[in-house]
């Protein structure tokens, strides 16, 4: 797992998270952490084994409840995004997707890439980072899927013991393209 959550206070999801592979599909043990960018919303995953759900969503509760908003930290997370975007710039999917996008909605928020530019990263800032997270990170504000062979009543169980205990945010009002309320 990249730096999106604060370590766990027994370091059991550090442990778990550390296993995380990169590249070639999910290790044997760890989750397969990945955290895509889209549009509208970032989209988070683990594919984790059945027995490792608690520890998963153990660790997509820290996340939900606190960012890493110091700037030593966002220093840290922005050479991961950097070399993701770098490695993008290479890609020839990338590049069409980044034209298509272009294309598509000129002269709107949606003409980017939501990962971002590195001008982008040189204006943003841990406090950015916090605000953010402030604002939109919170249950009633989040989809949770979970998928496989897991026992639903236990699955069901272990969101409200990991999930349950965070309160509700209220968020700011949504804004279309054109910067005017959605509703």
């Known amino acids: 797992m990249r730096a999106c959550c604060r370590p766990c206070p027994d370091g059991r999801c550090g442990a778990v998270s550390a296993d995380a592979g990169h590249g070639g599909g999910p290790p044997a043990r760890g989750p397969a952490p990945t955290a ?3 549009q509208v919303v970032p989209q988070f995953s683990l594919t984790v084994p059945a027995d490792a759900l608690d520890a998963a969503l153990r660790i997509e509760s820290i996340r939900m409840r606190a960012a890493l908003n110091t ?5 840290l997370e ?16 990338y590049i069409f997707y980044t034209r298509l996008l272009e294309a598509m909605f000129a002269d709107t928020p949606y003409a980017h890439d939501a990962l971002g ?40 169980a272990l969101v409200k013991r990991h999930f349950g205990p965070i309160p509700r945010r209220a968020v700011p009002p949504r804004r279309c393209a054109c910067g005017l309320s959605a509703g």
Request: glycine residues 6%; hydrophobic residues 40%.
């Open 71 to 75: 700037e030593a930290l966002w220093k």
């Open 78 to 93: 922005r050479g991961a995004i950097e070399q993701e975007v770098a490695q993008d710039l290479s890609n020839p999917q």
């Open 117 to 156: 530019t590195r001008p982008s990263f040189d204006k943003t800032t841990g406090a950015m980072l916090d605000t953010f997270h402030r604002d939109w990170y919170g249950p009633n504000n989040a989809i949770l899927v979970i998928v496989g062979d897991v026992a639903p009543d236990r699955a069901l």
């Open 36 to 38: 895509t960018p889209r």
